[in-house]
């Protein structure tokens, strides 16, 4: 799964990333406060399509009903991407909402002496990752309900596992590119999610401070990817 990742670029780094024409405004003005470890519930920037071209918003990580949010249920954050296409919950979002959350990497955990270790996961070539989401946000529509996007995951390959057994389907920029077109079918979004996420053997990940476990906007700074050796920490 993926319950916190960096996200310390600005927009137009990430844009240029993926090959975006950043000669725009949106690309342009605006202060940007690095964010190394982003939590859900917070609204960190995501990518989209419209029109064909790429658009930037920033909204809220977790998605729940109209229903659960009456309830005050939990929102989730993560859709297997096994049950995104055929269950009855997130289907709507596969069809008419996939986008693009933009990133330097993301975290995992691990108990260790009966505690929550935390461990960064980044691509060995330090590009930024492009995880693969879905979300229920219309761009120029004014919606009732709350809006907000959840990540793709997938099993984790050979070799993560030892960390987690789910990891964010993490998309090449030609793949992300498709993933958010809102004209590609949805069984070809499907086999992009299914079979074109990065490997396992393209990323490396280290421990890091178990600062990263409190989830507090505060709780911000380039130290929290430093890493660390397990004892003292």
């Known amino acids: 799964m993926c319950g916190r990742f960096e996200q310390s670029e600005t927009p137009g780094y990430y844009a240029r990333a993926l090959g975006a024409d950043t000669h725009g405004l949106e690309w342009q003005g605006g202060d940007n406060i690095p964010k190394y470890n982003v939590s859900p519930g917070s609204s960190p920037l995501m990518l989209h399509r419209l029109q064909g071209t790429l658009h930037s918003d920033y ?16 929102p989730w954050i993560n859709a297997r991407v096994e049950k995104a296409l055929t269950g009855r919950y997130f289907r709507h ?11 330097g990497g993301w975290f995992e ?19 930024p990752i492009f995880m693969a989401g879905i979300t229920n946000f219309r761009p120029g529509i004014q919606q009732v309900v709350e809006v907000g996007f959840v990540i793709v995951t997938e099993d984790s390959g ?7 057994d789910r990891r964010p389907v993490v998309l090449e920029p030609e793949d992300a590119w498709r993933w958010m077109d809102p004209e590609t079918p949805v069984e070809e979004a ?8 990065l490997p396992s ?7 890091v401070s178990r600062e990263v476990n409190r989830a507090d906007p505060g709780n911000n700074g380039k130290h929290l990817l430093a890493p660390i050796n397990c004892e003292g920490n």
């Open 190 to 197: 499907a086999h992009i999610a299914q079979s074109r996420s």
């Open 59 to 74: 909204v809220i990580w977790g998605y729940r009903t109209p229903k659960e949010a009456e309830e005050k249920k939990r």
């Open 93 to 103: 979002m596969f069809q008419e909402g996939r986008v693009i959350i933009p990133g």
């Open 158 to 164: 050979s070799g993560m596992v030892d960390i987690h």
């Open 109 to 127: 955990w691990t108990l260790e002496q009966g505690r929550k270790q935390p461990w960064y996961i980044t691509r060995k070539d330090r590009a």
């Open 201 to 207: 053997e393209e990323f490396m990940w280290w421990r």
